[in-house]
T-cell receptor
């Protein structure tokens, strides 16, 4: 179908630990997978994206992995900090639009 | 810094009012979008404009009327809205080489409340 399944819906991790958010999709035609971070009361901001011709991309503490065969992709945040607390949305490109997952509320415990 | 600018930031209107939301970008992007976002939900696509032409209307009720006067501006005209239309309305833009594989840049949104 068109949806992107995102898990977990909420995630609480100790500061300094890693956080992993996973998404699955079913449309094999998708070739673009962005991740957005939305802090409370603010706009969604692109934090990292990956295209289907690569399996992994890293930017400092953030990495995304893509398994096109299995149709899933994941966001990895290492050495989490308080400012990482936000809602994270995965998404996929499909037929001239972006389809968002349902979101993961990440909380970083001090 | 926000490269996509939306006005107003907040809007309260009655169900019989007519108002407009405005969005502006100067990144040379040729695709612009309107999204509706309810609390604790992802953005929900409403309209897509590509090269100033409406390319996608996600079956949005006619009380929402989009307009793209030029490549930098996008408006959303509101009339006879319902209380359930209260939400955050987000504008976004992207390069239009291929709408489905370009990053979208969002504005800060207009928080709309319908009395």
């Amino acid at each position: 179908g068109e949806n992107v399944e995102q898990h977990p819906s909420t995630l609480s991790v100790q500061e300094g630990d890693s956080a992993v958010i996973k998404c699955t999709y079913s449309d094999s035609a998708s070739n673009y997978f962005p991740w957005y971070k939305q802090e409370l009361g603010k706009r969604p901001q692109l934090i990292i994206d990956i295209r289907s011709n690569v399996g992994e991309k890293k930017d400092q503490r953030i990495a995304v992995t893509l398994n096109k065969t299995a149709k899933h992709f994941s966001l990895h945040i290492t050495e989490t900090q308080p400012e990482d607390s936000a809602v994270y949305f995965c998404a996929r490109g499909s037929a001239s639009k972006i389809i968002f997952g349902s979101g993961t509320r990440l909380s970083i415990r001090p | 810094d926000t490269e996509v600018t939306q006005t107003p930031k907040h809007l309260v209107m009655g169900m019989t009012n007519k108002k407009s939301l405005k969005c502006e970008q100067h990144m040379g992007h040729r695709a612009m979008y309107w999204y509706k976002q309810k609390a604790k939900k992802p953005p929900e696509l409403m309209f897509v404009y590509s090269y100033e032409k409406l390319s996608i209307n996600e079956s949005v009720p006619s009380r929402f009327s989009p307009e793209c006067p030029n490549s930098s501006l996008l408006n959303l005209h509101l009339h006879a809205l319902q209380p359930e239309d209260s939400a955050l309305y987000l504008c976004a833009s992207s390069q239009s080489d291929s709408l489905s594989n370009q990053p979208q840049h969002f504005g800060d949104g207009t928080r709309l409340s319908i009395l």
